[in-house]
């Protein structure tokens, strides 16, 4: 999690977060500005940090850390997830590792609505309340429509637009919800 974030949500300053955690204010300005990752720091600071923040240590460091996939390949992995794990094991995996708001508190917002989406889709296919812990994601949309990469090398080939409208017209409802263009979870290889 981003320290930027976590000082907002504590409401706290950083003049203040290092008073409380006893790590230099010049240290933890250039974590909040990018010129140090949080992951380079030591041990001991990452953990006087983490501790003055109430939040485990990896959580800090997770986001520096974590690589983030090609969207394209990030889609693939979770349709390959959901036929491996079925739909409702998916489900319970999904809900309860909290990757939906870990995602989005690390501004990677495609990845946290599409798996949204998904949760939202297979509750719908397999009957079953949506997880009102996310309604606040819900009114989310994001700016511009993101389409299959197929769909724009389609696009290039016969110049013209008419295969982004195709597909969006085919999209499954909770994706387009989030103005993603999704049509095919299931048959994936």
Known sequence: MDINNLLQQKKMTKYQLSKKSGVPYSTINDICHNKVTISKCSAATIFKLARALDVPMESLVASSVEHRLNFEAFKSN?????????????????????????????????????????????????DLPTCSEYDDLRQMKLRDTLYPAGIHMLCATLKQ???KKESWDAAIPEFKRFNIVESEVRNVV
Request: aromatic residues 14%; negative net charge; hydrophobic residues 35%.
């Open 78 to 126: 979770v349709c390959h997830l959901v036929k491996e794990m079925g739909d409702l094991n998916f489900l319970i995996h999904t809900v309860k590792s909290n990757d939906i708001r870990r995602y989005f508190d690390q501004e990677w917002y495609p990845e946290s609505l599409y798996l949204l989406a998904m949760v939202d889709y297979l509750s719908r296919e397999n």
């Open 161 to 163: 637009n008419t295969p």
